[in-house]
């Protein structure tokens, strides 16, 4: 008959060694009601609401649960705010209030005693279909410390027995003795239950070694202890032995594992040797060549030490420097040793260069700076990298240029030729910056010495005989103090300048094109423009006794003045009295137009060919042909005379043509007879902007003839006048 009890998983029950058997119904917390969520849904009245509406339509009801009975969540499911980036249970319990009501227990504990019960109920569950040897029970362990406190067993060991094995409260399992063979009581055991672990030679020795007599008993005779058959501790037995054959299994993967590893980095540090090798090898022989350039430095400051001449330890050093760089040419720039020209190059430079007189021998030392140059700032061809100006630059700036600044202190601006002639020797190996300083702090600074006491009126040596000179090395912007001196040094030589004396003219002429074209016009403006007026105010035009002194003086000037300055000064002052000249003559009954025709044909020629492509002298060449074509007109019986000197009419800027009888046939031929009569100067000049002939009547007076009407120019307007008040 089955004696055993089927049990409900949500009872418990009690241990047989604590008194009867009874279930015990476990205490369960009352459940919470969820409280109704007021704010539900209220964001939909931003939104069309199309969630409510969806549960709406499948019977959902507010406040009410969901499902067909209303028996699930009232409210929708919380959301929880984690920490960012710490693990789950790090910051406290992830579980919201909501499912503390719906969950009051937590889940592991739930699901963990559920499965437990469900295996110790399906345990002693009874399958008539399935037979037992088809399906084993399952069975809970115990170790000697739970055996202790259940009591010692009273078992029969010769009868089928059932062994029971209490765990907390769990339900005990049943074993057989006809299933534990007689082949395990002879097999070594290792008890692994305690700290230390202790071997025995079969079951029957670990079968009592927790087994505590009391005093009235003696403890069974080791026979009977041997003999007896329970098979209560075969079952930790095979426990123990699973657990060691898998800590074994776990040990040995381990073992692999770490096997691999130290394989893996052996690899690592073979190729790490072979590397660091690599670079030992590598700083061996740097050290090596090291030490061969250090051997070199050494060679060069024994080589200093020797008494020997500047010239031969110099010669000496260079073929250590230069040995350096073909042979040690990365240490040679990795440590910079064009520096030891610093120290030990330049003393021996400076005294070769003691005795040196630069402007008696300009030559001196120059191979021996070009070949310290090719060494110092690695020009040889064989080296293809950036040059390095320093090192050279600073032994020339202490070497060459202390002697150039020495000499330069005594030399005469007056006489520049030794040294031009020097520095322009030592151009081609001096560094830029070193040449410029030359010029710009010492050459020129002796010049504006010079320049300050130069006297143009007493000076005998021609400024420009040793200023221009140094055009060739000095731009214009370098120069220009010196021209400004010089500027302000012959404006005042020129106040007391006569415009008829050539040697203003010899003096100025080799600066045009040196002064900036502005500082040049505004120097003629202010100092010769004057002049050249003045005396072209005082010029007679005489045809029977011409003086041409002044006309040649002011056209010796047409290079050196702007041409709109010159026609200027011809148009204002020698042009109204060469054509009033010109009336007059014509005006004389007795005139001789053949002599007339020459003189025109002379004043013509005299004109460069510059200026007769002026339009101002064209207009006024064109303006006197006209008056001798008019009056030729006036006189057929001398034009008929003189057939070899008759000159064509031109009809140039409006010029009016006459009759045969000389009577005048419009008011402008009126005004040009009276005026011709009266010595009146009366001249075409211009077309205003109504395309009106314009005429010059007298030295100020401009009039315009419009259909016989006489308009004469004030201000910017023009105003009718008669004949007489024009004359008046």
């Known amino acids: 008959m089955d004696m055993r009890v089927k049990r409900n998983p949500s009872t418990i029950w009690l241990p047989n060694w604590m008194g009867p058997n009874l279930p015990i119904t476990p205490w369960q917390p009352k459940a919470k009601k969820e409280k109704i969520d007021t704010n539900f849904a209220q964001f939909e009245k931003y939104t069309k609401g199309f969630g409510s509406k969806i549960l709406q339509r499948y019977g959902y009801k507010v406040g009410k649960g969901l499902g067909k009975g209303g028996q699930g969540i009232v409210n929708p499911i919380e959301a929880h705010k984690r920490t960012r980036k710490v693990g789950l249970g790090a910051c406290g319990t992830e ?84 299933q534990i063979t007689n082949a395990l009581a002879n097999v070594k055991v290792i008890d692994m239950t305690r700290k230390e672990k202790k071997e025995y030679s079969g079951y029957h020795a670990i079968a009592g070694r927790g087994v ?38 776990q040990r040995v993967i381990s073992n692999q594992r770490q096997k691999e590893y130290e394989s893996d980095r052996l690899v690592g540090l073979n190729n790490e040797q072979e590397t660091l090798q690599k670079v030992l090898n590598k700083e061996s022989v740097e050290i090596q060549r090291m030490e061969t350039v250090l051997r070199v430095v050494s060679q060069c400051e024994d080589l200093v030490g020797l008494d020997e001449t500047c010239r031969t330890k110099l010669d000496g050093l260079a073929e250590v420097m230069e040995e350096l760089q073909e042979q040690h040419f990365s240490e040679y720039r990795m440590f910079e040793l064009q520096d030891l020209a610093i120290v030990l190059v330049q003393p021996q430079l400076k005294k070769y260069f003691e005795e040196w007189r630069p402007l008696d021998q300009p030559t001196f030392g120059l191979k021996e700076m070009e070949k310290w140059k090719k060494l110092l700032q690695l020009d040889n061809s064989s080296f293809s990298l950036q040059q390095h100006e320093d090192v050279y630059q600073h032994v020339m700036w202490n070497v060459w240029m202390p002697k150039i600044r020495s000499t330069v202190a005594f030399w005469d601006p007056h006489d520049p030729g030794q040294l031009l002639s020097l520095l322009e020797t030592w151009m081609p190996i001096t560094p830029t910056a070193i040449f410029q300083s030359v010029l710009s702090e010492l050459v020129l600074s002796q010049l504006q010495i010079a320049v300050e006491n130069w006297n143009p009126l007493t000076d005998a040596i021609p400024l420009n005989s040793w200023i221009h000179p140094w055009r060739l090395h000095m731009n214009g912007s370098l120069l220009e103090p010196l021209y400004h001196t010089i500027r302000g040094k012959l404006a005042l030589a020129l106040k007391q300048w006569d415009p008829r004396d050539s040697s203003a003219l010899i003096i100025l002429k080799p600066w045009f094109g040196v002064f900036s074209p502005g500082n040049w016009d505004a120097f003629m403006f202010k100092n010769i423009i004057p002049k050249l007026s003045s005396l072209m105010h005082t010029f007679v035009v005489d045809p029977s006794n011409q003086d041409l002194q002044g006309f040649n003086n002011l056209l010796s000037w047409q290079n050196l003045l702007p041409e709109q300055s010159l026609v200027t000064i011809l148009d204002k002052y020698f042009f109204p009295k060469w054509l009033r000249a010109l009336s007059m003559w014509l005006n004389n009954g007795n005139a001789d137009f053949g002599e007339i025709a020459d003189w025109y044909e002379g004043w013509n020629a005299m004109f460069p060919p510059t200026l007769m492509e002026n339009p101002f002298i064209v207009d006024r060449f064109n303006a006197a042909r006209d008056m001798m074509s008019r009056a030729i007109s006036d006189n057929p019986q001398q034009n008929n ?63 315009s003839i419009k259909k016989d009407v006489i308009f004469r120019k004030i201000g910017d307007s023009y105003v009718p006048i008669s004949v007489g008040e024009l004359f008046s």
């Open 641 to 703: 005379q003189d057939d070899h000197h008759q000159l064509s009419p031109i009809r140039g800027l409006g010029g009016a043509a006459v009759t045969g009888s000389g009577i005048p046939r419009n008011i402008k031929d009126i005004v040009q007879e009276k005026a011709e009569k009266s010595g009146i100067l009366f001249l075409p000049i211009a077309r205003n902007t109504d395309g009106q002939a314009l005429y010059q009547f007298g030295e100020k007076a401009i009039i």
């Open 212 to 249: 505590r007599y009391s005093d009235d008993e003696s403890e069974p005779d080791t026979e009977e202890r041997d003999g007896r058959d329970d098979g209560s501790f075969a079952i930790e037995l095979l426990h123990n032995i699973q657990a060691l054959i898998e800590d074994t299994e």
């Open 95 to 178: 579980r919201t209030k909501q499912s503390f009501i719906h969950f009051p227990v937590d889940d592991s504990q739930h699901l963990e005693e559920e499965e437990e019960e469900t295996d110790a109920g399906n345990q002693w569950r009874k399958d008539d279909t399935l037979s037992a040897a088809a399906k084993k029970p399952k069975y809970k362990f115990r170790t000697i410390d739970d055996l202790r406190q259940s009591g010692p067993t009273t078992t029969n060991r010769k009868s089928a027995s059932v062994v029971p094995t209490n765990v907390g409260d769990k339900v005990a399992n049943r074993i057989t003795t006809s």
